[in-house]
T-cell receptor, first 115, second 114 residues
Framework: GAVVSQHPSWVICKSGTSVKIECRSLDFQATTMFWYRQFPKQSLMLMATSNEGSKATYEQGVEKDKFLINHASLTLSTLTVTSAHPEDSSFYIC???????????FGEGSRLTVL | AQSVTQPDIHITVSEGASLELRCNYSYGATPYLFWYVQSPGQGLQLLLKYFSGDTLVQGIKGFEAEFKRSQSSFNLRKPSVHWSDAAEYFCAVGVPGGYQKVTFGTGTKLQVIP
């Protein structure tokens, strides 16, 4: 079946640095991708909708300058956590919709730890 | 806006016993409904989904779910639980036409005891 790949699967960084997480659809095109954040033992909270070739749509309360999203191609969306702080430590998951079939697939997540 | 409630935060069942995980949704019409499973430190795997048609939906790993409009529910069931079913289960709702943007419930953690 279709696969969505996230990279890196885990990352540790120092406070104040920026971290980029990639989300790729490996065998299908995705005009729309979604970024979720999951705190420990909690559910997934939608952060933003990433649209290929246009600006991302952020959910209420999500800082767009903090979480930069770029969807430059039909198979790649990136989430950059800028000037990361310990409170940004979380599990970030992306999902991608197959433009042809409409199916939705999730990546395996990226665990960010900010020291 | 749509919302999902999973009333049970944690459920423990014996291996071989039957399982039912509850899910209630709130939406003005018939939504798209999903059940996902997440193992520790892993991403999400789709168990099954309901868009329309037969209200009893069969999924992977022996799971099924039944859409009951009158109760606004979409409970997940399995007749005989295996130890490998221990995981976190999320019910989710999507808006028809824009279902790719789904809203998740808070999850139910399933523990399976020998």
């Amino acid at each position: 079946g279709a696969v969505v790949s996230q990279h890196p699967s885990w990352v540790i960084c120092k406070s104040g640095t920026s971290v980029k997480i990639e989300c790729r659809s490996l065998d299908f095109q995705a005009t729309t991708m979604f970024w979720y954040r999951q705190f420990p033992k909690q559910s997934l909270m939608l952060m933003a909708t990433s649209n290929e070739g246009s600006k991302a749509t952020y959910e209420q309360g999500v800082e767009k300058d903090k979480f930069l999203i770029n969807h430059a191609s039909l198979t790649l969306s990136t989430l950059t956590v800028t000037s990361a702080h310990p409170e940004d430590s979380s599990f970030y998951i992306c999902s991608a919709g197959d433009s042809t079939t409409g199916e939705l697939f999730f990546g395996e997540g990226s665990r960010l730890t900010v020291l | 806006a749509q919302s999902v409630t999973q009333p049970d935060i944690h459920i423990t069942v014996s291996e071989g016993a039957s399982l039912e995980l509850r899910c209630n949704y709130s939406y003005g019409a018939t939504p798209y409904l999903f059940w996902y499973v997440q193992s520790p430190g892993q991403g999400l795997q789709l168990l099954l989904k309901y868009f329309s048609g037969d209200t009893l939906v069969q999924g992977i790993k022996g799971f099924e779910a039944e859409f009951k409009r009158s109760q606004s529910s979409f409970n997940l069931r399995k007749p005989s639980v295996h130890w490998s079913d221990a995981a976190e289960y999320f019910c989710a709702v999507g808006v028809p036409g824009g279902y790719q943007k789904v809203t998740f419930g808070t999850g139910t953690k399933l523990q399976v005891i020998p």
